[in-house]
C-alpha cells in the first residue's frame, strides 16, 4: 500500500534529499528576487521531519499533521507557515485505504490551506502555480490509479514550476520588486515540484 506510514515517510526523507541537495539552488533562486534563505529554511524543515521517527505514529495521517507542526515551528519565513499548513490538512485529510480520488481530496485540501493563508491566486508567482496545476491533473489522472495520477502531477507541477519564469510577482518579498521579478523562476514553486515528484518517486 503506497499510501501507508511508511511510504509516506519514504515521501518526506526523498523530499528531504531533494531539498538538502538542491538548497544552493534553491537559495540562488531567492537570492534573485527574495532574501536568499529559501534553501535554508526548507533544509532546516526538512531536517527536523527526518528526525521524526515514523513508527511512533499511529497512522500516516498523525504523523503528517507532525510534519506540518514541524516546520511551522522549524521554518522560517512565508514557506513554513505555507508548507506548514499543506501538511497540516493533508494529514487531516489522508485516507486509510488506497484510494486515488481520497488522496486527491487531502492533497487540495492542504492547497486549500495554503491559498487562505497566503491569498495568493494563480499567476501571482508563489507555489500556488505549480502546486494548483498538478493537482487537476492529479484529478484528472485518478482514474488510472496513484502512479499515472502522481506522475501527472509531478510534469504539471514542473511545467508550472517553469511557468513562473515571465512572471511578475505579486505575492511575497518577491512582490517588492515589481516588474523586475519578471525572468526569474520562483524559489517556492521549485521546491514544491521536488515535493510532488518525491511523491510520485515513493507512493506509486
Ligand atoms: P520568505 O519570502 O519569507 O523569505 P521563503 O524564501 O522561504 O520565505 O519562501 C519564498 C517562497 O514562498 C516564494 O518563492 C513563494 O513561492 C512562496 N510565497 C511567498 N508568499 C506567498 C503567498 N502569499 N502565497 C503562496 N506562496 C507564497
Ligand atoms: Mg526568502
Not at 76 to 83: C, D, N, V
Not at 93 to 99: R, T
Amino acid at each position: 500500500m503506497a499510501i501507508d506510514l511508511m511510504s509516506v515517510a519514504g515521501w518526506m526523507k526523498d523530499f528531504a534529499t531533494q531539498i538538502h541537495d538542491n538548497a544552493d539552488l534553491l537559495t540562488d533562486l531567492d537570492r534573485e528576487i527574495g532574501d536568499a534563505d529559501h534553501g535554508a529554511n526548507m533544509d532546516r524543515g526538512m531536517r527536523a521531519v527526518i528526525d521524526l521517527d515514523p513508527s511512533t505514529f499511529p497512522s500516516a495521517a498523525d504523523y503528517l499533521k507532525k510534519v506540518g507542526m514541524t516546520l511551522v515551528s522549524t521554518v522560517g519565513g512565508a514557506s513554513g507557515p505555507l508548507y506548514g499548513t499543506f501538511f497540516l490538512r493533508v494529514g487531516t485529510a489522508w485516507p486509510d485505504v488506497e484510494n486515488p480520488d481520497l488522496v486527491g481530496l487531502a492533497l487540495r485540501a492542504g492547497l486549500d490551506g495554503i491559498i487562505q493563508r497566503g491569498k495568493a491566486a494563480i499567476g501571482e508567482k508563489t507555489l500556488v502555480d505549480a502546486l494548483s496545476p498538478a493537482l487537476d491533473e492529479f484529478d484528472a489522472n485518478a482514474g488510472d490509479g496513484m502512479g499515472t495520477a502522481l506522475q501527472a502531477a509531478a510534469v504539471a507541477c514542473a511545467a508550472g514550476r517553469d511557468a513562473t519564469i515571465p512572471l511578475v510577482a505579486r505575492k511575497g518579498r518577491a512582490s517588492y520588486l515589481g516588474e523586475r521579478s519578471a525572468g526569474h523562476q520562483d524559489p517556492g514553486a521549485t521546491s514544491m515540484t521536488m515535493l510532488i515528484e518525491a511523491a510520485s518517486r515513493t507512493l506509486s
